[in-house]
């Protein structure tokens, strides 16, 4: 009878001891990375048997489509997985509270708040709100038909993005929006332990969380996924493209492409040909003007092209950018390198004319005074001193040595020269 105790015991004990918890975290704001790491965070827990999946959430929101393909994933998953809004302080507006909505168990640690999760778009004013029933009323339907799955206030959920509501912990537990209250991981398993969800009973107490890391490609595609970064390796690519290709040699053209891809990589957005053409258009005016000065009229249309290419081709609007704060951040990071590119080309446009304007060497010289440092015959050449360095010098005339001499002409590398008197 005690061997059968101990061999139960020690059952139960490998049970509890190897219950895993594995936690991903999306913090700043939502990009074409996130949905990569979710899935392949989903994807390592159902490798390993986990019993759940954590995402903690501390995000202003952002683009839509990478916050629908999250939800994909959630919802295809077998293995349970628990929204929760961490640490203390933390927030998950707009597609972070559309996230936890559709998570199997909603938490949210003390001090947080989720909300404001009405989409925005971009227009000739700036941001502006999106009236458009037809967009509001699909993004609605999206977060009621979360809430009702899990049975949670459907009406809140709704206005979450009709009336921009926003509550926090407290407020979101008594309105039926999430099912617990934490204020760490730990405490957390030990909440969720014993509770159903898709078809098991979670076994979580005393469980040991593992924090998920991103595979080195992941963890690139979430660096080059920063907005700022990935509309400046864009830009900064198409004008060292352009400084490449009036300048070859120098490998700018090479980092230009690289740049350019890099960007394009890290914006996640689809190829529009008209923006495209705008930006082509654009590269090659800029080069028309620096190979033929037009006073920087057509080169200043050049940067327009190019800016306003970026415009279209960047997703500036609904459903690709979700969040205010990242309409926002998208803003910043497009005109703020426009415009420090495009002043730095106009400098280089103008340092270009300026040589091309530059008169000849030899123009230049020819009038100048200099100092003679030999003796110098019709039949013998000998040297002077012309701004602190030595030519070599002939006359027609007989002039001594330290004699002012006047620079009249030159034949290859020798000056002519003639007495100043």
Not at 31 to 60: G, M, W
Not at 193 to 199: A, L, N, R, S, V
Not at 344 to 356: D, G, S
Not at 366 to 387: F, H, K, L, N
Request: hydrophobic content about 50%; proline content about 5%.
């Amino acid at each position: 009878m005690k061997i059968l105790f101990y061999f139960l015991f020690f059952l139960f004990f490998i049970q509890v001891g190897g219950a895993q918890i594995i936690v991903v975290e999306l913090e700043d704001s939502i990009t074409p990375a996130s949905d990569d790491i979710i899935e392949a965070a989903l994807r390592r827990a159902e490798i390993e048997s986990a019993e759940a999946l954590i995402i903690t959430l501390n995000t202003p929101g952002g683009g839509f489509d990478e916050t629908k393909k999250i939800i994909e994933h959630i919802e295809a998953s077998p293995v349970p997985v628990v929204g929760y809004v961490y640490p203390k302080a933390a927030t998950a507006w707009s597609a972070g509270t559309l996230i936890l909505l559709a998570t199997d168990i909603a938490a949210m640690a003390p001090n947080t708040i989720i909300g404001s999760a009405q989409p925005v778009g971009m227009s000739s004013e700036g941001m502006q709100p999106i009236e458009d029933k037809k967009i509001i009323n699909a993004v609605v339907a999206l977060a009621e038909e979360r809430a009702r799955q899990h049975g949670r206030n459907v009406t809140v959920a709704r206005e979450f993005i009709t009336k921009n509501l926003n509550l926090n912990a407290e407020q979101a537990k008594d309105a039926n929006i999430i099912e617990i209250i934490s204020p760490d991981i730990e405490d957390l398993l030990f909440q969720v332990d014993g509770i159903e969800t898709k078809g098991r009973v979670l076994n979580t107490s005393g469980a040991s969380a593992t924090y998920y890391t991103p595979s080195p490609r992941l963890i690139l595609l979430n660096i080059f996924s920063n907005p700022i970064l990935a509309s400046l390796l864009l830009l900064v690519g198409i004008y060292a493209l352009v400084f490449g290709l009036t300048s070859p040699g120098f490998g700018a053209e090479i980092f230009g492409v690289i740049s350019i891809s890099l960007g394009l990589i890290g914006l996640g957005f689809s190829i529009n040909i008209a923006a495209l053409f705008l930006i082509g258009l654009g590269v090659a005016l800029v080069l028309f003007e620096l190979y033929t000065p037009t006073f920087g009229i057509i080169g200043i249309a050049g940067i327009a092209c190019i800016v306003l290419g970026s415009i279209f081709l960047l997703p500036m609007g609904y459903p690709r950018l979700y969040s205010p704060e990242f309409q926002k951040t998208m803003i910043i990071s497009l005109f703020a390198p426009a415009i420090v590119c495009g002043a730095f080309l106009a400098f280089a446009i103008y340092k270009i004319m300026k040589i091309r304007n530059k008169k000849p060497e030899i123009g230049e010289i020819i009038g100048d005074m200099a100092e003679s440092v030999d003796p110098i015959t019709p039949d013998t050449t000998g040297y002077i001193r012309y701004q602190g360095e030595y030519w070599s010098a002939k006359s027609q005339e007989q002039i001594e040595s330290n004699t002012k001499v006047v620079i009249t002409g030159k034949e290859g590398r020798v000056l002519i020269v003639k007495s100043s008197k």
